[in-house]
């Protein structure tokens, strides 16, 4: 997988709070779904690859290491509604439901 995010993957990421992190990861989720809905599995799997690039800078960033887990089980969440069998019985819905929170948390502490 390419690096999508250089910027970010480079050292800015770190500086964002989980809350941002998460809320940016939600921005990718929705474009991924939109795109699943549209039946446009390239430009769907294009944004779910670019929200796992930064659901993996999430886990590497050093702010986080007490949250690895519910880090790590979003990932595997993720991976299992996009790629996977939906074991986790995952909906669109509950996915928007989740980084929705975190959307709106990160515009409340933007300066």
């Keep these: 997988m390419t690096v999508q995010h250089r910027e970010l993957a480079s050292g800015r990421w770190n500086e964002l709070s989980l809350v941002e992190q998460l ?10 779904m939109k795109w699943k809905k549209k039946n446009n599995p390239d430009y769907c799997m294009r944004a779910f690859e670019r929200a796992l690039e930064l659901l993996d800078l999430t886990l590497a960033s050093p702010p986080n290491r007490l949250r690895l887990k519910e880090i790590a089980r979003t990932r ?18 509950s996915l928007s439901a989740y980084f929705l929170r975190f959307a709106c948390a990160a515009r409340r502490i933007a300066p």
């Excluded at 809320?23 to 991924?32: C, F, H, K, M, P």
């Excluded at 595997?76 to 819905?93: I, R, S």
């Design 23 to 32: 809320g940016n990861i939600g921005s990718e989720v929705e474009r991924a």
């Design 76 to 93: 595997e969440m993720l991976v299992d509604f996009f790629y996977g069998e939906n074991q986790f019985a995952t909906t669109e819905k």
